[in-house]
């Protein structure tokens, strides 16, 4: 059939990593036989072009249209430039947010920021964690798009890539086709992961501000909220404040090396049959580490590992992209059961505690994004997304 012909071809396209095999339980099912992150990207990729309700929508997204997301690291340098250029674009646009309710918001940019620290409480930890941060890199995707004229799709941190070395990496090496490199360096004493000081992590080779790449000189307003990163302290407010300073990172090398491996995304996708796990294992719940904090936390700095103010890195869309990346394979090894699969409260950690999410809950990014229900978005090839990752 011509749909086979095109997954084919799509995925020679797939770049695999470096990672070694997983000598570890079989995984279940039609994926026995994978062996690393990118064997299960195939197995879903196929069993998402053998889903008559993908395939046979004619005039609507089907797998003969969807948009395509790659990997940072596999999208030319040119496109690379033109993807930061736009996300810069944003950067010099006017805001739509009312500077009495956020007058640290200087931009279009600072719109989904604002959005974010808002909404921090009640999309982290929580049954819409997934599915309201699918629809927000979307929402930026398309404010990319139709505001600034970018061309290409929302690119992804592959973060097992370079995980012995992220500073190497193409998103990390500070070249003009990258995300900007690490900040400069600052003595410091290391970045502590909890509020409480119990769990930390060693000072890496930054801590000041990014001097190098398309990001060099930026300057971030909004936050922090939850200072992590020894030296940086919580602004006064609730983190919409004017708060004007450089963007700066301490990227994380113990953390890639230790937490982000193609071994560990292997197994939360493949070992992990009910959302409840899935979500729990990728985010994490210190002192166990999962992927969503490890990316924060390898970017670090100010404002990359406030949980509030985390997207005023540039560097947040590529983490949550991956995220969303790992979740959609995750969904579509089997589509028919994990589509439409929530678990968890509508409050961070049900504290306080709160009644389950449902798919009638809504979604509403404000400035940024019309209110939709969490069911429109649980697919990537239904509801307002038409789109796969390669």
Same mark, same amino acid.
């Given at each position: 059939?011509?749909?086979?012909?095109?997954?084919?071809?799509?995925?020679?396209?797939?770049?695999?990593?470096? /990672?070694?095999?997983?000598?570890?339980?079989?995984?279940?099912?039609?994926?026995?036989?994978?062996?690393?992150?990118?064997?299960?990207?195939?197995?879903?990729?196929?069993?998402?072009?053998?889903?008559?309700?993908?395939?046979?929508?004619?005039?609507?997204?089907?797998?003969?249209? /969807?948009?395509?997301?790659?990997?940072?690291?596999?999208?030319?340098?040119?496109?690379?430039?033109?993807?930061?250029?736009?996300?810069?674009?944003?950067?010099?646009?006017?805001?739509?947010?009312?500077?009495?309710?956020?007058?640290?918001?200087?931009?279009?940019?600072?719109?989904?920021?604002?959005?974010?620290? @808002?909404?921090?409480?009640?999309?982290?930890?929580?049954?819409?964690?997934?599915? !309201?941060?699918?629809?927000?890199?979307?929402?930026?995707?398309? /404010?990319?798009?139709?505001?600034?004229?970018? %061309?290409?799709?929302?690119?992804?941190?592959?973060?097992?890539?370079?995980?012995?070395?992220?500073?190497?990496?193409?998103?990390?090496?500070?070249?003009?086709?990258?995300?900007?490199?690490?900040?400069?360096?600052?003595?410091?004493?290391?970045?502590?992961?909890?509020?409480?000081?119990?769990?930390?992590?060693?000072?890496?080779?930054?801590?000041?501000?990014?001097?190098?790449?398309?990001?060099?000189?930026?300057?971030?307003?909004?936050?922090?909220?939850?200072?992590?990163? $020894?030296?940086?302290?919580?602004?006064?407010?609730?983190?919409?404040? $004017? @708060?004007?300073?450089?963007?700066?990172?301490?990227?994380?090398?113990?953390?890639?090396?230790?937490?982000?491996?193609?071994?560990?995304?292997?197994?939360?996708?493949?070992? @992990?049959?009910?959302?409840?796990?899935?979500?729990?294992?990728?985010?994490?719940?210190?002192?166990?580490?999962?992927?969503?904090?490890?990316?924060?936390?390898?970017?670090?700095?100010?404002?990359?590992?406030?949980?509030?103010?985390?997207?005023?890195?540039?560097?947040?869309?590529?983490?949550?992209?991956?995220?969303?990346?790992? !979740? !959609?394979?995750?969904?579509?090894?089997?589509?028919? %059961?994990?589509?439409?699969?929530?678990?968890?409260?509508?409050?961070?950690?049900?504290?306080?505690?709160?009644? $389950?999410?449902?798919?009638?809950?809504?979604?509403?990014?404000?400035?940024?994004?019309?209110?939709?229900?969490?069911?429109?978005?649980?697919?990537?090839?239904?509801?307002?997304?038409?789109?796969?990752?390669?």
């Amino acid at each position: 059939m011509l749909y086979k012909k095109i997954i084919g071809f799509a995925l020679t396209a797939l770049a695999l990593t470096n /990672a070694s095999p997983v000598a570890s339980d079989p995984a279940p099912g039609s994926i026995e036989d994978a062996q690393t992150v990118e064997d299960l990207a195939k197995v879903a990729l196929e069993l998402l072009g053998e889903d008559p309700s993908v395939f046979q929508k004619r005039g609507q997204c089907n797998i003969f249209n /969807a948009a395509v997301r790659r990997e940072w690291g596999t999208i030319p340098k040119a496109q690379r430039k033109e993807y930061t250029d736009a996300v810069k674009c944003l950067m010099n646009k006017p805001p739509r947010t009312s500077k009495a309710d956020a007058p640290g918001v200087h931009n279009r940019y600072d719109d989904f920021v604002a959005t974010h620290v @808002n909404q921090t409480m009640q999309i982290h930890e929580t049954g819409n964690f997934l599915v !309201w941060h699918r629809y927000f890199v979307w929402a930026f995707e398309q /404010a990319l798009r139709n505001e600034c004229g970018y %061309k290409g799709y929302q690119p992804y941190w592959n973060w097992a890539r370079d995980h012995d070395n992220p500073h190497k990496s193409a998103m990390f090496d500070g070249s003009e086709y990258s995300m900007s490199g690490d900040g400069d360096y600052v003595p410091h004493g290391g970045s502590c992961l909890d509020p409480a000081g119990t769990f930390c992590i060693p000072p890496g080779n930054g801590g000041g501000c990014v001097n190098s790449g398309p990001f060099a000189g930026m300057n971030v307003t909004l936050g922090p909220v939850t200072a992590t990163m $020894d030296g940086v302290l919580p602004a006064p407010g609730n983190g919409l404040g $004017d @708060n004007p300073r450089c963007l700066k990172r301490d990227i994380s090398v113990y953390l890639s090396k230790n937490y982000l491996t193609d071994n560990i995304i292997f197994k939360l996708i493949a070992f @992990n049959p009910t959302i409840a796990r899935f979500q729990k294992d990728l985010q994490g719940d210190l002192p166990t580490m999962g992927v969503h904090i490890a990316g924060h936390f390898t970017i670090n700095g100010d404002p990359g590992s406030d949980v509030f103010t985390s997207p005023g890195d540039p560097a947040f869309w590529l983490h949550h992209g991956m995220i969303d990346r790992v !979740w !959609w394979i995750w969904q579509n090894l089997n589509r028919s %059961k994990r589509l439409h699969s929530i678990a968890g409260t509508i409050t961070f950690m049900n504290n306080p505690p709160s009644r $389950d999410a449902t798919l009638d809950d809504l979604m509403d990014l404000g400035v940024s994004g019309a209110p939709i229900p969490l069911r429109d978005g649980m697919d990537t090839m239904a509801g307002p997304f038409c789109y796969i990752y390669l």
